[in-house]
């Protein structure tokens, strides 16, 4: 007889829709081919127990936090709404009080999040058209066709995700304060070190502007997707002691000077 072999995942959960009964839970599970917790749980019958331990604590935001930068990969945006539900729910009296959340999320599939898209698409004129960058992080480098190289009409009949549904409300409702931005890989459009650099230096001229009569507050750059995303942009963690560690900062993120700013890899 052969032992019983547990497989667990982590996965942060979505937060709570406006009506939600106390003891629901949502996760935002995409299922991957050789994805062994994610397939069991897109093919388990309604009903069927599962069992869940936790929540564990893996990074708490600072109160004197002034400037977020959250770099999502795919289901990674469900940690950084998580956070956004937490900060101005919980944590701050008014929107003057509490810090600047931007988000930037990469999709592979314009499907994941087009109206959003659409909304962006309607304040630029052009996709940045850089080829092969998402394949480095999904580990699927190559050539691409010319088709994949032209812009991709968008489309006008596709629903919106409940997903994205959410990430634009929390834009309009939080307006000031939360700021996304969507990447694409069928569109051409990749999260770059150029794209991360502007982003950094708006924040900090920002923070220029309102410097004089304002303390010095933090500045947190956060991670969160698939393995091979986080590791692309701030390199991997490691194991140490039985438990995963940071490691130190690499990828696209070590090449840039980011002195006041702090990397967390989720």
């Given at each position: 007889m052969?032992?019983?072999?547990?497989?667990?995942?982590?996965?942060?959960?979505?937060?709570?829709?406006?009506?939600?009964?106390?003891?629901?839970?949502?996760?935002?599970?995409?299922?991957?081919?050789?994805?062994?917790?994610?397939?069991?749980?897109?093919?388990?019958?309604?009903?069927?127990?599962?069992?869940l331990r936790g929540p564990h604590l893996e990074y708490e935001i600072p109160q004197d936090v002034n400037d977020i930068l959250f770099i999502a990969g795919g289901t990674g945006i469900a940690p950084a709404l998580q956070l956004a539900h937490t900060l101005f729910k919980y944590r701050i009296s008014s929107l003057e009080d509490g810090p600047r959340l931007r988000i930037l999320w990469a999709n592979r599939r314009r499907e994941d999040s087009y109206k959003g898209l659409e909304s962006q698409h309607s304040q630029e004129a052009v996709i940045p058209k850089l080829r092969g960058l998402a394949a480095r992080w999904q580990?699927?480098?190559?050539?691409?066709?010319?088709?994949?190289?032209e812009d991709v009409p968008a489309p006008t009949t596709q629903p919106q995700t409940a997903l994205v549904e959410e990430v634009e409300s929390l834009k309009i409702k939080h307006a000031g304060k939360v700021n996304i931005d969507y990447f694409v890989d069928e569109e051409n459009s990749y999260i770059t070190e150029t794209v991360l650099r502007n982003h950094l230096t708006?924040?900090?001229?920002?923070?220029?502007?309102?410097?004089?009569?304002?303390p010095?507050?933090?500045?947190?750059?956060?991670?969160?997707?698939?393995?091979?995303?986080?590791?692309?942009?701030?390199?991997p963690k490691f194991m140490k002691g039985g438990k995963e560690v940071q490691g130190p900062l690499r990828g696209i993120l070590g090449k840039i000077d980011l002195k006041g700013w702090d990397v967390w890899k989720l």
């Open positions: 052969q032992p019983e072999l547990q497989i667990a995942r982590s996965y942060t959960p979505l937060p709570p829709p406006e009506d939600a009964e106390p003891e629901q839970l949502r996760l935002f599970v995409r299922q991957e081919p050789q994805g062994e917790v994610s397939t069991f749980l897109h093919k388990v019958n309604r009903g069927t127990l599962v069992h580990g699927n480098a190559g050539p691409q066709s010319k088709e994949a190289q708006s924040i900090e001229q920002g923070l220029e502007q309102t410097a004089d009569d304002q010095i507050r933090k500045r947190i750059i956060l991670i969160s997707g698939p393995e091979g995303f986080v590791n692309f942009y701030a390199g």
